[in-house]
């Protein structure tokens, strides 16, 4: 097991005119679970391959375990990979998959037949060892990729969006297997996804990226209460976050936000910014709504509302403003109803307006 | 072979009562006609072959007579062995077959790197490469030849089997080239990466994976380059003088033989290729069923 130290790193593909990485740095600590999160097209699969080595970058560095590889070869860096297509070899049966790291190792056959029997029963492929992939089902191509990355014991595990082929319930299943085995494997790992909520649910800290960039790293609620930029709180969480104009003001030392000529109290830090206009980010499930009139919440007209089965998902009118508010599922609401909704300060964020970028105070 | 004559099932008034059956019957009419199709170029192909064994397995008589059944009359290996007993085919047998392996493993160990590297890496002038192959295929055999036979003179291998071998080579190899490149583009680049992660080396996971997945498609492109050349006969012909292949022999002595004598000959052309095909056979359905993935 081994730290992954990223640095600088920056590649452009042959002909391709953007770079697909720009200067990205990243330290994943020995044993951390990181996920590489960002749209599609952003360079989430050119950094998984620079750190492989199956990409060489234009320049940076690449270190695991403290030892430069930049320039390695992948069998080099005793780190394993699964692949997106899974890419289990057609032509080998699961268990030959399964050992066929090892055996390029040139371990020991039986040493190999025992790591094949513990990984197969680990991911529950005992029954296959004898079949060829070609006569498994998606799901078990998946793990049979699966098994034959920890056997290896790397000290990097590479995932690129490994579960993006498998339908949505297998995926969930999937999802939380994964998530038990490397945390009692421990190993550390690097797990591409587009998808929030896979990255949310299995990261130690999430990587968000955009263009080449990466935009924020954080723990995951970190990234998911506080998003760096209005564009990682759009990307992220489902509904995605609202944000609303506003202007931000101060009325006697304390901080106030005024959103269609309305008012409610913002977080007592915000008195540090200038005043003026401002984006507020706020996540759908931190509004509490009201059916009666109260002192500090913000009138808003329901537009429409869908019963989600755990939640309601309400769309309200705020002056001009759409606003997404998450209410309980037996909340009486209808649309042109009235609402009163309740913005909790602490929850709030602040967006500079032309730039997204969020505002901090040092508090 | 199948489904063209199967009676229509009879059709009781029910469930399907109101469906439009002019797609299906349309959709019938169009297979029956592809298997009319197959079967017709069966027969174009099969009839020479069927004529030509006939031919070989005649007695001097019978080939004369006339008008000619097309059941096989009297059965006789009279013709072929005195085919097999005429001076120079037994030796030119042996030398087409010399020729067509000695092409075989030249042109699949010059061609095959050369079709990998076209299927796996973008180079400069890759293209025009690429187009460049199939001009060479342009040149006639007979221009190239009596240049060759000078140039092998030269070099002291005129009249020998490895010019000939070379010579197919040089005709084989554009096609290898190609076909190979196309196969190799087949074996997902995932696959070569991962054997590359798993601690292969570029020539061990060549050697790992892609090779036994690209083996059914080498094997269909060595059976194309080893009929090539077992039926060439023009630069064969003019390379060598003494050690002739069986077309070449064949077609030097077509003037002065006896009319079974040249028949004998066909079949004696005839039946390796075939049998290499068949041995082949397991490879080329294998590429086209579904080996990769
Ligand atoms: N082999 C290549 N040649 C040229 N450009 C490439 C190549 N591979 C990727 N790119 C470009 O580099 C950029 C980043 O690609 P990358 O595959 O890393 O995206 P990604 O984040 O993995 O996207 P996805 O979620 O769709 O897999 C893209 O703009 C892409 O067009
Ligand atoms: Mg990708």
Known sequence: MAEVEISQLHKTYPGGGRPATRDVSLTVADGEFMVLLGPSGCGKTTLLRMIAGLELPDRGSVRIGGRDVTYRAPRERNLSMVFQSYAVFPHKKVADNIGFGLAMRKADRAVIQDKIAWAAGLLQLEDYLDRYPSQLSGGQRQRVAVARAIVMEPDVLLMDEPLSNLDALLRLQFRAELKKLLTDLGTTCVYVTHDQVEALSLGERVAVMKDGEIVQCGPPMEVYDSPASEFIGGFIGSPPMNFLDATLRRDGGEAVIEVAGQRSAAPGSWAAFAEGPVRIGVRAETITAHRAERSGALRAVTEVAEPLGSTTLVTAVLGEQRIKVQVPPDFPVGAGDDLWLDLRADRLSCYERDTGRVLVSDR | ?293
């Open chain 2, 1 to 293: 072979m199948t489904a063209a004559g199967t009676a229509a099932p009879d059709r009781a008034a029910a469930p399907d009562a109101g469906v439009d059956r002019a797609p299906l019957a349309r959709r019938r009419r169009n297979r029956m006609l592809v298997q009319v199709a197959c079967l017709a170029i069966t027969a174009f192909m099969a009839a020479p072959m069927y004529l030509i064994t006939l031919a070989a397995f005649s007695t001097r008589e019978s080939l004369n007579a006339f008008p000619k059944s097309f059941a096989p009359a009297d059965v006789s290996t009279e013709t072929l062995r005195s085919f097999l007993g005429a001076t120079g085919v037994v030796p030119s047998f042996l030398n087409s077959l010399v020729v067509g392996l000695l092409t075989l493993v030249l042109s699949v160990a010059i061609g095959t790197p050369a079709g990998y590297a076209l299927a796996r890496h973008v180079f400069a002038g890759r293209d025009a490469y690429q187009l460049f192959l199939l001009f060479t295929r342009a040149l006639p055999i007979v221009v190239l030849s009596v240049p060759l036979a000078r140039f092998f003179i030269t070099a002291g291998l005129s009249d020998t089997v490895l010019a000939v071998a070379l010579l197919h080579t040089a005709l084989a190899l554009p096609t290898t080239v190609l076909i190979t490149a196309s196969i190799f583009t087949a074996v997902p680049r995932d696959l070569e990466e991962a054997a590359l992660v798993f601690g292969c080396t570029r020539a061990s996971a060549f050697r790992q994976v892609v090779a036994p997945l690209a083996l059914p498609g080498i094997a269909a492109a060595s059976l194309f380059t080893f009929v090539l050349s077992w039926n060439e006969v023009l630069g064969a012909a003019v390379l060598t003088l003494t050690n002739r292949t069986l077309p070449a022999q064949v077609l030097g002595s077509l003037q002065w033989s006896p009319l079974p004598y040249r028949f004998a000959g066909g079949f004696a052309l005839l039946v390796p290729a075939l049998i290499f095909i068949f041995v082949m056979r397991r490879y080329l359905l294998n590429m086209w069923g579904t080996t990769l993935r």
